[in-house]
């Protein structure tokens, strides 16, 4: 090895380019926290998840290649994709290519098309956890996050949607059908966070989130990521009618609107720029696409 650096911004592991005299390799390793959050507890065998996710993907162009796995050590080699840059640029573009559109809908059909071997990871303890943040805590008034630490005045515009019990209401039980079992393969957290572009190939990255669920989920956490960078809502209308399945397009609406409530009024922040005016629209069409 003639050279270790930090590859990325990994959130939940650690992740590492390895440089040696022949290749480079990127090491990824799972601990028992979070690795952004410390504090924050994980379950540790979410590198096999992952690893069951790119092991059903061999076939496809989308996904980096697995080279080693341990599980006594929870962790990977995967091969170095090289300098990719990541599509959380695209929050700051605030716009999307239709070709990149298009093949980002269509590497999620992809996924959920394979078919799932019967001990495919049920993934309880990250599915717990993302639940969490997902359903629950944005929505709590005591959940110890100050808003305003992020922009002045998130607090105020955050507290109708924590005490709107039939909004909450509607947020559970859509949280208790994430938690049952379902018949797609998803990816789990497909956002732009996890896509990489080098050149003109597009790559699906950190797939630890994965299980067997319902379609519509990945598809509305797409939805939401676009709508919260373009502010434009025909990326929703359009991800329901090209999808080349039947969906239920009510799902795809709510989990849309979930996904943008929680990333505007909880933990996991995104790097967007937009004032209290702009985030004001996009939590009541959030609330709207969640009511109906």
Same mark, same amino acid.
């Given at each position: 090895i003639n050279q270790i650096e930090i590859a990325g911004e990994g959130n939940m592991n650690v992740v590492l380019r390895l440089k040696t005299q022949k290749r480079s390799f990127i090491l990824k390793q799972s601990r028992p926290y979070v690795q952004k959050y410390p504090s924050l507890a994980a379950p540790i065998e979410r590198i096999a998840v992952e690893y069951q996710f790119y092991t059903q993907m061999l076939n496809h162009p989308f996904f980096p290649k697995v080279l080693y796995y341990s599980t006594e050590d929870h962790l990977m080699l995967l091969e170095d994709l090289g300098q990719c840059e990541s599509l959380i640029s695209l929050y700051r573009e605030?716009?999307?290519?239709?070709?990149? @559109?298009?093949?980002?809908?269509?590497?999620?059909?992809?996924?959920?098309?394979?078919?799932?071997?019967?001990?495919?990871?049920?993934?309880?303890?990250?599915?717990?956890?993302?639940?969490?943040?997902?359903?629950?805590?944005? @929505?709590?008034?005591?959940?110890? @996050?100050?808003?305003?630490?992020?922009?002045?005045?998130?607090?105020?515009?955050?507290?109708?949607?924590?005490?709107?019990?039939?909004?909450?209401?509607?947020?559970?039980?859509?949280?208790?059908?994430?938690l049952k079992q379902g018949n797609t393969m998803l990816h789990g957290d497909y956002y732009p966070g996890s896509w990489m572009m080098k050149r003109n190939q597009l790559y699906i990255i950190d797939p630890e989130f994965s299980f067997v669920g319902f379609k519509e989920f990945d598809l509305g956490v797409m939805a939401g990521h676009l709508l919260l960078a373009t502010a434009n809502t025909n990326y929703l209308e359009r991800i329901c009618k090209e999808y080349p399945t039947s969906i239920n397009e009510d799902l795809v609406y709510s989990i849309c609107g979930i996904e943008i409530l929680r990333r505007l009024i909880g933990l996991a922040q995104l790097p967007i720029n937009r004032s209290l005016e702009e985030k004001q629209r996009l939590l009541s069409m959030a609330q709207n696409f969640i009511l109906g």
């Open positions: 605030a716009s999307i290519s239709d070709s990149l @559109f298009k093949t980002l809908l269509s590497a999620l059909d992809k996924i959920h098309s394979c078919s799932i071997p019967k001990d495919y990871p049920k993934n309880r303890g990250l599915r717990n956890l993302n639940h969490q943040h997902l359903f629950i805590l944005p @929505f709590k008034n005591d959940n110890n @996050f100050s808003l305003d630490t992020i922009q002045k005045g998130l607090d105020e515009l955050a507290a109708p949607y924590k005490k709107n019990k039939r909004l909450k209401k509607q947020i559970e039980k859509l949280g208790e059908r994430y």
